[in-house]
Structures are given as C-alpha cells and as structure tokens.
C-alpha cells in the first residue's frame, strides 16, 4: 500500500528558507505527478506546487511563484519543496501528493486535489513575523 511522509516543517523567521521532504513507500515512485498542498486554519486546503512524472514540467501557485522550488529524486522516492522568502502568510499544514501512476494532467489539473490518489500527514510550516 502506498504511502507519503511528510517531514520538514518547523519555526522560521520572515524571510528565512525551509525545505520539505516527502518519502514514498509501499508502491513505484517513477510514473507518479507529485504536489505539494497547504492548508491554513480556517482557510481550504490550497494548490502550491507540483511537478510532473518526468520531472520536466513544475508548476507552482502564483502566491508563492518564484520562492518554492519543487523537485523529485526517482532514485530515493522523494519529492521536495524548498521554500524561501518565507512569509507569515506561507503558515500552514503542508501536505504531500501523489497520483497513481500514468495519471496524466491536462489543462491545471493538477493543481485540484481531487487529482491525486495518495496523501501525507502533514507538516507543520510555521513563519513567524
């Protein structure tokens, strides 16, 4: 059965950088879009960053373009988001994402939640001002 861990999450001052890790077991990692979602208390679950089976393609949601890098390493079944510039607006659970494998995206697809199968626990990002 497949499964994400999320880690990397902690306190960090404005302006400061952190990178999340996500680790998948129990299924193949290559062939899988991989996303990172966020969800702020009070607030719906959001769209932050993904990147496609092959890693040629990233995407990322306008609120954070330009300070998240999304990345995956096939070798070690990881996806990572480095997060800098960090903001108290960025303060959320982050959630890692995985679809099935060969699920292909069209149009911005893959930034609805509804397009990936399995999900992490989450991490705790907090930003302090």
């Known amino acids: 059965q497949v499964q994400l861990v999320d880690s990397g999450g902690g306190l960090v001052q404005a302006g400061g950088s952190l990178k999340l890790s996500c680790k998948l077991s129990g299924g193949t990692f290559p062939g899988r879009f991989m996303g990172w979602f966020r969800q702020a208390p009070g607030r719906e679950r959001e769209f932050v960053a993904a990147?496609?089976?092959?890693?040629?393609?990233?995407f990322t949601a306008d609120s954070v373009k330009g300070r998240v890098t999304i990345s995956r390493d096939d070798a070690t079944n990881t996806v990572n988001l480095q997060m800098n510039s960090l903001e108290p607006e960025d303060t959320a659970v982050y959630y890692c994402a995985a679809t099935a494998v060969s699920r292909s995206a069209w149009s911005d697809t893959y930034s609805r939640g509804d397009f990936y199968d399995y999900w992490g626990q989450g991490t705790q990002v907090t930003v302090s001002s």
């Open positions: 990147i496609s089976r092959s890693g040629g393609s990233t």
